[in-house]
């Protein structure tokens, strides 16, 4: 096995030997009005949800505000602007709200709409909907 110019190792055939991970922004979720309305950090906090997403997790992403703000490169108010317009163009629905008590803190837990749910429903893509 060899090294690429990276460091990272490599298959017989030269080709990289990476995790095959990647968030797939599908057609229909860009072209869409919904879509077209994201500004480029509302666009980065999706891509950012989406790549917690694992197949498995829909319903129960986690996200704090300050997670986002840090990933995305922005203030926490923007971060949570950025959310809370998410959700309301249909991207993302809130599934537990955030919480701080004598139990802890907790950060929200998300639904991704262009995802299928955990009980195996299709996926509702609220954000086709959105005018």
């Known amino acids: 096995m060899g090294k690429n110019k ?5 298959n017989a055939k ?4 990476g ?6 922004l599908d057609y229909m979720l860009l072209d869409c009005p919904a879509g077209q309305s994201l500004t480029p950090g509302e666009l980065a906090v999706l891509i950012r949800v989406m790549q917690r997403y694992h197949g ?7 996200l704090s ?4 703000a840090k990933l ?11 959310i809370r317009s998410l ?15 004598r139990n802890g803190r907790r950060a929200t837990e998300f ?6 749910t955990q009980k195996g429903n299709p996926a509702p893509r609220d954000f086709q909907r959105w005018k």
């Open 65 to 68: 505000c300050r997670d986002a």
């Open 14 to 17: 030269g080709r990289s030997k």
């Open 87 to 101: 959700c309301d163009k249909g991207f993302m629905r809130i599934r537990t709200p955030s919480s701080f008590g």
């Open 56 to 62: 498995e997790n829909n319903g129960r992403i986690s």
């Open 6 to 10: 990276k460091g990272r190792g490599v």
């Open 72 to 82: 995305s490169n922005v203030s926490k108010d923007t971060a949570s602007r950025h």
């Open 111 to 116: 639904y991704l709409t262009m995802f299928p």
């Open 19 to 24: 995790n095959g991970r990647f968030v797939m």
